[in-house]
């Protein structure tokens, strides 16, 4: 499923994703892939003020003071004792050194491994394969419930109607994401990552308990933090988050497809025999169901990250971290018959033998199942009954339940997911006093357009609010209730602030200022280090809804109204920019109502940043960031791309033609 790619003289370009897409080599974007996100970290250290574990668990392990964390951003050689103040650099602490650790530069403060390997851990993969991977670290599934009904991904197949179901399973297809972290050269390199923060962490917790001894502080060892053990519990905390809450999301949508296909099933005319010209209706229904079943089998596979050999201590962990040894080869060779050993963690490490071990379990647990219906040697003696094969394929169903069930174990954070990661990370700084202020979240805007009249201004308003506001409907985002009273979105007048028409330079430059100099206005804010713009082609769009009638290139529902969504601090000079984002300026439109259940997620944690969302807005036609596009989508829209550029092409060889005297035909 993942590849290195190769390019045209030889060299390795960087790991592709091949499910349903074509290879390209000439014009591939590639993105840094580190073992490990950049901005864990940072909310490792947001955890050690707050405490706070996803979805409401509560930390089992003694905390560390405010005092000892704000030690670990401190250099050494200003609090350590000896010998632990003779560092090689003056500035190292255990945080820089943690950053380091993460992104693949570990070797940066080691310049003989810098000449000799190298930084091992940096690689790079295709830019939509690492926005998904990116994605699934902060927990976003790859298409909010909102945008799924939006879509109508939740409605049956008509015969002169959008084919909903395989559109629906290309989008329940982006959670084969998981299945990179199972790839032996991406697992090692995440545990080298992961083990290097743990061992930086104990040697910290080692000079800690020097310097408490030192200062006359020494408390119990048992009743003191250990951040070692914190970083464990935080990691695998967020581990089995993230892989709970998109099972939780695939398997939701799996079933409510399921359901409809079985009643589908159940309302259809019964199966003839011989079948009629082309075919029994029931049987395309049947198709569906069976395919729906593979994957969602495939599906339950991918949804586990091996987790053996990274550092732990905890009891509660070590299923995880040393499951015990299984004989997995003695379980394949049963073909089924042997249940899986019970308990989470208790998986193969290969997905290749996870995908034989679940296939071959719930083949014979729906063989045993179908058996209590009619005997399989007698299922050819007449044709079952549409009843029949409705209760056979719920009884395949439940097997996979059953199956999936003894392969994943109970995880051990508290289920079903009640709330996103990102919500949790919210509504943690909004509830920490220090620092004071944060009374609101969301949006600083600029209004960069003056040819709208004031009346135009307000119905844009109006209608912009209202479709931001559809982050929050019942259910989408989950936990939104905790925090959606706190969100808000202030506009500034460029006018009023004497800023030229639509400069979005000197907006940014404004927008600096504020930060600077620490203006009330987003002092009481949280923000993501973005801004919004008000142009004319965005109030426009608003004013009058975008659409493309009479072709079936792109769907009604990915042509919406946009708001500009800007960088706060942007340097077009820089050379990655072409590299990494080509043609980014600094800003991408994005639709109104992806830009609280999306966007802000992704930039507030630091999850992606907005030149990854701009790689993706890039393959719609008007550039548009509607989420993460199916291999279908993209497809799509380059048809229409290129029926445009060629019908552009035409006219103006026509133009040019004119010119010269060719007689119009």
């Excluded at 905790?482 to 500034?492: E, G």
């Amino acid at each position: 499923m993942f590849r290195h790619n190769i390019g045209p003289n030889g060299e390795v370009l960087g790991m592709h994703n091949l499910l349903g897409q074509r290879v390209r080599t000439e014009n591939m974007v590639l993105a840094d892939d580190p073992p490990l996100p950049l901005n864990l970290i940072t909310e490792f250290m947001i955890f050690l003020n707050d405490n706070k574990l996803p979805n409401g668990r509560v930390n089992p392990l003694p905390a560390l003071t405010r005092h000892e964390a704000t030690l670990m951003t401190q250099p050494y050689r200003e609090w350590a004792p000896a010998p632990f103040n003779n560092t090689r650099i003056p500035s190292e602490s255990a945080a820089n050194l943690l950053m380091f650790s993460t992104s693949g530069l570990e070797n940066l403060f080691n310049f003989e491994a810098i000449f000799t390997r190298g930084f091992e851990g940096l690689s790079m993969v295709d830019y939509e394969l690492s926005f998904n991977k990116q994605r699934a670290w902060g927990g976003l599934p790859p298409l909010s419930d909102r945008r799924w009904k939006e879509k109508g991904l939740d409605q049956l197949d008509t015969p002169t109607g959008p084919k909903n179901f395989q559109k629906a399973i290309d989008h329940l297809e982006k959670t084969s994401v998981f299945l990179f972290f199972s790839i032996s050269e991406v697992l090692s390199k995440m545990r080298k990552a992961y083990n290097r923060v743990y061992d930086i962490l104990a040697h910290f917790d080692t000079v800690l308990t020097a310097y408490h001894n030192q200062q006359g502080l020494g408390a119990p060892a048992a009743t003191r933090g250990k951040a070692a053990d914190l970083w464990a519990e935080f990691f695998f905390s967020r581990v089995e988050y993230i892989t709970t809450r998109a099972h939780q999301w695939y398997v939701a949508h799996a079933k409510a497809l399921h359901a409809q296909l079985m009643e589908e099933f159940r309302t259809a005319p019964p199966r003839t025999r011989p079948p009629p010209a082309g075919g029994n209706p029931v049987d395309n229904t049947v198709r569906k169901i069976n395919l729906l079943l593979q994957y969602r089998r495939k599906a339950e596979y991918s949804f586990l990250i091996p987790l053996t050999g990274f550092k732990n201590t905890m009891s509660h962990w070590r299923h995880l971290s040393s499951p015990p040894l299984v004989n997995w080869t003695e379980h394949i060779n049963a073909g089924g018959r042997l249940p899986i050993p019970a308990g989470s963690g208790t998986f193969p490490q290969d997905p290749i033998q996870r995908e034989t071990l679940l296939n071959n379990r719930h083949q014979y647990l729906a063989k045993e199942a179908v058996n209590t219906l009619v005997p399989v040697e007698r299922w050819n003696e007449e044709i079952p009954s549409n009843e029949f094969y409705i209760q056979m394929e719920q009884k395949m169903w439940e097997a996979l339940d059953q199956a999936a069930s003894e392969l994943r174990g109970t995880p051990l954070i508290p289920t079903p997911i009640t709330e996103e990661l990102w919500i949790t990370n919210l509504r943690c700084r909004l509830e920490n006093p220090e620092p004071a202020g944060h009374n609101h979240w969301g949006w600083i805007g600029y209004r960069l357009d003056y040819s709208h009249s004031n009346e135009e201004w307000s119905t844009f308003i109006e209608r912009f609010t209202a479709d931001v506001d559809k982050w929050s409907v019942e259910g989408n985002v989950l936990g939104s209730e905790s925090v959606k009273s706190s969100m808000k979105i202030t506009w500034l007048d460029g006018r009023e602030l004497n800023l030229p028409e639509n400069d979005l330079s000197a907006a940014r430059a404004h927008f600096k200022s504020l930060k600077e100099s620490k203006s009330p206005l987003v002092e009481s804010f949280l923000l993501p280090p973005a801004f919004l713009v008000a142009d004319k082609h965005a109030i426009s769009s608003y004013l009058t809804p975008p659409a493309l009638p009479g072709q079936d290139y792109i769907d009604a529902a990915d042509l919406l109204p946009h708001i500009v969504v800007a960088q706060a601090e942007f340097d077009a000079t820089r050379d990655a920019i072409d590299r990494r984002a080509p043609g980014y300026e600094g800003h991408v439109n994005v639709a109104g109502a992806m830009l609280i259940e999306d966007v802000f997620p992704g930039l507030f944690t630091g999850m992606y940043h907005l030149q990854d969302v701009w790689n993706i807005a890039a393959s719609h036609p008007t550039g548009l960031y509607l989420g993460v596009w199916t291999d279908y989508q993209k497809e799509s829209w380059e048809q229409l791309n290129r029926m445009r550029l060629d019908l552009w092409k035409a006219a103006s060889n026509y133009g040019q033609g004119r010119g010269q005297g060719i007689p119009r035909r």
